[in-house]
């Protein structure tokens, strides 16, 4: 009544850690090509945006210099 079920050793771990691994690797590659492009227009789009906060908090917090003759 015992039944026995085979012993993972260390060559079926690596095997199957190879295998999903390449499987990742392919779509990493195949989804390269698409992402590139959103990723520059995304951090295009974020530089935009800290410019334009950056001058609107500038110009409400410029300091007035007042000169008076005495």
């Known amino acids: 009544m015992a039944d026995e079920t085979p012993k993972i050793n260390r060559d079926d771990l690596e ?20 992402l590139l492009p959103a990723a520059v227009g995304g951090g295009l789009l974020l530089l935009f945006v800290a410019y334009v906060i950056g001058k609107r908090v500038g110009a409400t917090k410029s300091t007035i210099v007042e000169i008076r003759r005495i």
Do not use: M
Request: charged share 35%; no cysteine.
């Open 15 to 34: 095997a199957g850690f190879r295998e999903l691994s390449n499987e990742v690797q392919g779509q990493v590659d195949e989804a390269k090509p698409k």
